[in-house]
């Protein structure tokens, strides 16, 4: 059984920076892919930013350059370094993981961007 532990979400201004982390507790396999979620009020959950246990990574047209994910294979965590950070950002950020073709899922943390 795999646990995702996410940490660092909180209030922060229009054009600040975020960076949120999601530590894997339990087996993860190497090969796979780990990354971020989020859902904003009303709206759909929706794909931020994935990168697969080989580095490639996959992120929403609406954060590629402002958003930066990173994994640390050896301790089994996935980070995401926000910045530029914008009203339309505020949402829970859920970190998941697919290992050997299942799902996992964190509780998630609140991102609040005031503006």
């Known amino acids: 059984q795999v646990q995702l532990v996410e940490s660092g979400g909180g209030l922060v201004q229009a054009g600040g920076s975020l960076r949120l982390s999601c530590a894997a507790a339990?087996?993860?396999?190497?090969?796979?892919?780990m990354g971020w979620f989020r859902q904003a009020p009303g709206k759909q959950r929706e794909l931020v930013a994935t990168m697969s246990g080989g580095g490639r990574t996959s992120y929403v047209d609406s954060v590629k350059g402002r958003f930066t994910i990173s994994r640390d294979n050896a301790e089994n965590t996935v980070s995401l370094q926000m910045t530029s950070l914008k009203s339309e950002d505020t949402a829970v950020y859920y970190c998941?993981?697919?290992?050997?073709?299942?799902?996992?899922w964190g509780k998630g943390t609140l991102v609040t961007v005031s503006s």
């Open positions: 998941y993981a697919n290992s050997l073709m299942k799902d996992y």
């Open positions: 339990g087996s993860i396999f190497r090969g796979s892919i």
